[in-house]
C-alpha cells in the first residue's frame, strides 16, 4: 500500500512520526511536503496529497495542520476523494469501515503525537466494510460524475 502524506507548518511535526508509523506498518510513503515551520498555505498540500489519491498513484493519503479542516475542506474538493477529520480512534475506525475515507487529516493543535499516530495506525488497518455502506457512498460518487 501506497500512502501520499501532506502537512502545513502547524503540521509538520506530527507528519514525521506518522511517516514512522507508516513504515513501520510496511507501506510505502510518498511525502509531499511542507518540511519546515516557516508559514505555507495548507492547500498547497492538501490538494497534490488528494490527487495522488484521486489518480491511484497513491492508495490513502494523510494530512496534518492546526486544526485539521482547511486540509479536509481543500481535500474534498477533489473528485473521488473521502477526507474523514478525525480525532478519536472511533471515529478513525467507523470512518474506514463505513465511509471508505481514502484520506485522513487530523489537527496538530488539537492531539498529540501519541493519539495521531494510534489514529493513523487504526485507519490505514481497518478495512472497509462495505454492504450496506456501498449504497450511501455510491450515491456520493454518483454526485460527483454528475457534476
Ligand atoms: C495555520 O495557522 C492554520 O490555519 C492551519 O494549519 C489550519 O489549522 C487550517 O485549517
Known sequence: ?????????AGVNIKGDIIKVIQELGMEVIDLGCDCHDSVDYPDYAIPVAEKVASG????????CGTGIGMSIAANKVNGIRCALVHDLFS????????DSNVLAMGERIIGPGLATEIAKVWLETDYEA???ARRVGKITEYEVKE
Open 1 to 9: 500500500m501506497k500512502v501520499a502524506i501532506g502537512a502545513d507548518h
Open 57 to 64: 498513484e497513491a492508495d490513502r493519503g494523510i494530512l496534518i
Open 92 to 99: 478513525a475506525k467507523a470512518t474506514r469501515l463505513h465511509n
Open 131 to 133: 454492504g450496506r455502506h
